[in-house]
C-alpha cells in the first residue's frame, strides 16, 4: 500500500473532457521526491492536458491530484517551476525585466531575483543580450531564458515540456548537466518530451499514455526488459551458421539479429558460436530501444497498464 | 501562533504579487511610445487647432485701415481706445476730412472700408459703412471699440469699463448652491468636454489592456503566469495597473488644460473667467472612477474570451455603443437635465458616466439621485471584476476556441468545479 504523501505529485484516478472528448481518462500515477519522470505519448495523448491538471490550470471532473503533500494552493505555486511547450515569454520586453518581473511573481523579493538573474545569465552565456528584447533574440536564446524563468526560484517540482526542443547539441548538452544537477539536489522533474533518447538517458522511471490513458508506467530498465524479445544481436565478419533452436535470423543494422526458439537461452547460443569458431565482434542481449517500444506499444500492442 | 503567523505572512506574499502585477502592467504601458504619442496627441491637437484658428484669422483679418469721415464732430480730438485681446490684429484707424478723400483711399485699396457720421450721430446712433468688401468683423469691432472709447471720454474709469464690458445676467439656485453667469458658459462646457475626454482615455486604455490580453494568450505567457498567481490576482492587478495608465493619462491632460488656461490668460480675457468648483471635481472623480474601472474590466472579459484581437475589437463595439449613448441625447439631457430620460440614463451604469457628466454642466443633480446610481456604478464595476476574473480562468486556456455567454454566466462549465 502506497501511503498518502509519500510522492511530490500523486495522480488518482483523474478524468478531465472537453466536449465529448476524454482529454485524460481515469489516469492515475506518482511522482517520487527528487526523480526525473518521463511523460511520454504521442501527439494528442492528453500529455499536455495531464501536466495542466497537475498545476490547477484546469479542474478534473473526476479523481485527485495531490503536489508537494496537497492540493494546489497559492503558496504551492511558489515552490513549482514550469515550462510550457509553446513558449510563453513576453516578446516587448528586455530580457532581464521580463526574468526578473516573472521571478518576483514567484514571491522572490527584487533584489535576490535581480542578483539570481545575473547568475543565471552568465552560465547561459546571455548575459550580453540582457537589454535585448525577447523578440530579438535567437530560439535558441529564448528557449534558454525560457529554462532561466523556470528555475530562478530554486523550485522543488520542475514540470517541462520539450525542453530540448531548439537547442544545439552544445546547449542540449548544458541543459542536461543542469538536468542532472537537480536531481542531486533532490528537484523532483517531470519532463514531456518526444525524445526518447533524452528519456532514455535522464529518467528514471516514464509514464506512456495514449488516448489519455496510461499504457505503460514504471521503472525505464523494466519496462526494457518487460518489452526485451527473446533474441539476441550478433555481429561477425564471416557468414553465420545456421544454428540449433533458432527461430529465425535476419539482418537489423550491421549486425544479424537472431530470435531464440522457447527453451534455448542466449547462453547456449553464444556456446554454439564458439564451437563453430565464429569470429564475434558482437553478441548482446536484444533488449529494444524506447522508440521501439513507444511505436510497438502505441501501435496496439499493449492494452492498457492496471 | 506560529500557523497563524505563516499565514499573515503568506497573505503579505500573495498581496505583494498583486502590486508587483499592477506595478508591471502600469509600467509596460506607460513606458511605451504609444502611450506617449496618445498623451501628447490630444494637447497637440488642442494647439494645432489653436495655431490653424490663429492663422485663418489672420489670413481673413487684414490690417488695412479703416477710415472715418466725422460729421458730428464727436471725434474731433480723438483718443484711442484700450487694447482688447493681444490676438487681435490692430487696425490703424485713420480720419478723412472729406467722403471724396476717403472714397478715393476706398479705391486705391487704402482702406478696407470707412465710416460717415452724420452731424446728428449723437442722435440718431446711426453711422454710414462705405466698402467695396465687407471689412472684417474684427476691423469693425475695433473701430465700434474706439467709438465707444471717444463717447465716454471724460467719464470716470469705473463707468466707462461696466459699460465697456456688457451686462451680466447671473442665474442662481434658491439655496445658493449653484450659480451660473451668462460669461461662464465655459464652465457649462467643461463638464461636457471632461465627459468626452474621459471616455477617451478610458478606451484608448482598456483596449492596450484587451490587446495586451490577447497577445498574451497567443504566445502563452498565460500559462507562466497562471501557475505563479490566482486568477483573481492577476485580472485585478492588470484592472488596477490599467485603470493607473489611464488616471495617468487624464491627470497629464488635466494639467496640460491648466498649464493652456494659465498662459491663455495673458492673451484671451474671456479665459479669466474660467473656475471650476471643487465640489464637481469630486463629483466627477466619483463617477468616472467606478465608470472606468467597469468599463477596463469589461474590456478585460472580452480580451479573455476572445481569440484574437480583431474579434476583441467587434465585441468592443457592444460596450462603446452604450457608454456614448448620452451623447446622442445629448439635446434632450441638456434641455431638460432632470427629464426621465436624463435620471434612466443616470442610472444605468454603462451610461451613467457620460449621462451624469452632461447633466452637471446644466443642472444640480439631486444627491438622492446620484448616490443610488453612484452605488450601482460601483457595485456593477465590482460584479465586472468577478467576471473577469470568471472568464479569465474559462477563457485564458482555451486556445482558438470562443467561451459562451452561457458558460460565462451559466453553470460551472467544464473547467470549472
Known amino acids: 500500500m502506497e501511503r498518502k504523501g509519500m510522492y511530490t505529485v500523486e495522480v488518482s484516478h483523474v478524468t478531465k473532457s472537453f466536449g465529448a472528448i476524454k482529454a485524460v481518462d481515469d489516469l492515475s500515477f506518482n511522482v517520487g521526491k527528487g526523480e526525473i519522470f518521463g511523460l511520454l505519448g504521442p501527439n494528442g495523448a492528453g500529455k499536455t492536458t495531464t501536466i495542466r491538471l497537475i498545476l490547477d490550470i484546469f479542474k478534473p471532473e473526476s479523481g485527485e491530484v495531490a503536489v508537494l503533500g496537497g492540493p494546489m494552493t497559492e503558496a504551492t505555486k511558489d515552490r513549482i517551476g514550469y515550462m510550457p511547450e509553446e513558449r510563453g515569454l513576453y516578446q516587448d520586453i528586455p530580457l532581464e525585466r521580463c526574468l526578473v518581473y516573472l521571478g518576483s511573481l514567484k514571491g522572490l523579493s527584487p533584489t535576490v531575483v535581480r542578483q539570481r538573474a545575473g547568475e543565471y545569465l552568465e552560465r547561459f552565456d546571455l548575459a550580453a543580450h540582457k537589454n535585448h528584447k525577447i523578440k530579438e533574440l535567437s530560439k535558441g536564446m529564448q528557449q534558454k531564458a525560457q529554462i532561466i524563468v523556470t528555475l530562478l526560484h530554486k523550485p522543488e517540482l520542475v514540470i517541462i515540456d520539450e525542453p530540448f526542443i531548439s537547442l544545439d547539441p552544445v546547449n542540449t548538452q548544458l541543459v542536461k548537466g543542469l538536468l542532472r544537477e537537480l536531481r542531486t539536489q533532490s528537484v523532483t522533474l517531470i519532463m514531456s518530451t518526444h525524445q526518447m533518447h533524452q528519456v532514455e538517458e535522464l529518467c528514471d522511471r516514464i509514464l506512456l499514455i495514449n488516448h489519455g490513458r496510461a499504457v505503460l508506467y514504471g521503472g525505464l530498465d523494466q519496462i526494457r526488459r518487460q518489452y526485451a524479445s527473446h533474441a539476441v544481436l550478433v555481429k561477425s565478419s564471416s557468414e553465420l551458421p545456421a544454428l540449433p533452436g533458432v527461430e529465425k535470423m535476419e539482418a537489423h543494422n550491421s549486425s544479424v539479429k537472431i530470435t531464440l526458439a522457447s527453451g534455448t537461452s542466449p547462453q547456449q547460443v553464444l556456446e554454439e558460436l564458439v564451437k563453430r569458431n565464429v569470429p564475434l565482434e558482437q553478441f548482446e542481449i536484444a533488449t529494444p530501444t524506447l522508440d521501439e517500444i513507444f511505436i510497438r506499444v502505441v501501435q496496439g500492442e499493449a492494452g492498457p497498464v492496471e | ?417
Open chain 2, 1 to 417: 501562533m506560529k500557523s497563524s503567523f505563516g499565514w499573515c505572512r503568506e497573505r503579505q506574499g500573495q498581496l505583494s504579487k498583486f502590486w508587483r502585477v499592477v506595478a508591471y502592467e502600469y509600467q509596460r504601458h506607460v513606458l511605451r511610445r504609444r502611450f506617449l504619442f496618445a498623451l501628447l496627441s490630444v494637447p497637440a491637437l488642442v494647439v494645432v487647432m489653436a495655431l490653424v484658428v490663429l492663422l485663418i484669422d489672420r489670413a481673413e483679418n487684414k490690417n488695412t485701415p479703416i477710415g472715418y469721415v466725422d460729421h458730428s464732430g464727436l471725434l474731433a480730438q480723438a483718443v484711442e481706445p484700450p487694447q482688447s485681446s493681444s490676438f487681435e490684429r490692430p487696425v490703424p484707424i485713420i480720419q478723412f476730412e472729406s467722403e471724396a478723400q476717403a472714397k478715393e483711399s476706398l479705391q486705391a485699396g487704402k482702406l478696407q472700408a470707412y465710416y460717415v457720421l452724420p452731424s446728428d450721430y449723437l442722435q440718431t446712433s446711426q453711422a454710414e459703412l462705405i466698402f467695396i468688401q465687407p471689412p472684417s468683423s474684427s476691423a469693425q469691432a475695433q473701430f465700434r471699440n474706439f467709438i465707444r472709447a471717444n463717447l465716454l471720454k471724460g467719464q470716470p474709469q469705473a463707468i466707462v469699463e461696466r459699460i465697456t464690458e456688457g451686462n451680466d445676467v447671473v442665474v442662481r439656485t434658491a439655496d445658493g448652491s449653484r450659480q451660473m453667469s451668462q460669461k461662464d458658459w465655459f464652465n457649462i462646457l467643461t463638464p461636457f468636454i471632461a465627459g468626452l475626454v474621459f471616455v477617451m482615455a478610458i478606451f484608448t486604455t482598456s483596449g492596450y489592456l484587451m490587446q495586451a490580453m490577447v497577445e498574451e494568450k497567443e504566445n502563452r505567457t498565460m500559462e507562466i503566469l497562471l501557475t505563479s498567481v490566482s486568477p483573481l490576482q492577476m485580472m485585478s492587478g492588470k484592472i488596477v495597473g490599467i485603470v493607473g495608465v489611464g488616471l495617468t493619462q487624464l491627470l497629464a491632460w488635466i494639467g496640460f488644460a491648466i498649464g493652456g488656461v494659465m498662459v491663455g490668460r495673458n492673451y484671451v480675457t474671456w479665459l479669466n473667467a474660467v473656475q471650476i468648483a471643487p465640489s464637481a471635481l469630486v463629483t466627477m472623480a466619483a463617477v468616472m472612477l467606478p465608470g472606468f474601472l467597469l468599463i477596463a474590466a469589461l474590456m478585460a472579459t472580452v480580451g479573455a474570451t476572445v481569440t484574437e484581437a480583431r474579434e476583441g475589437q467587434q465585441v468592443t463595439g457592444l460596450i462603446t455603443l452604450p457608454v456614448m449613448l448620452p451623447y446622442w441625447f445629448s439635446y434632450l439631457i441638456i434641455s431638460n437635465p432632470n427629464g426621465p430620460m436624463a435620471v434612466a440614463l443616470s442610472y444605468f451604469p454603462l451610461t451613467a458616466p457620460v449621462a451624469l457628466s452632461l447633466r452637471m454642466g446644466f443642472t444640480q443633480v439631486p444627491l438622492g439621485e446620484l448616490l443610488p446610481s453612484l452605488v450601482s456604478l460601483t457595485a456593477f464595476a465590482l460584479g465586472a471584476l468577478w467576471l473577469a476574473g470568471r472568464a479569465f480562468r474559462l477563457g485564458m486556456l482555451r486556445y482558438g476556441q470562443r467561451v459562451t455567454l452561457r458558460e460565462l454566466f451559466g453553470q460551472p462549465a467544464a473547467g470549472e468545479h
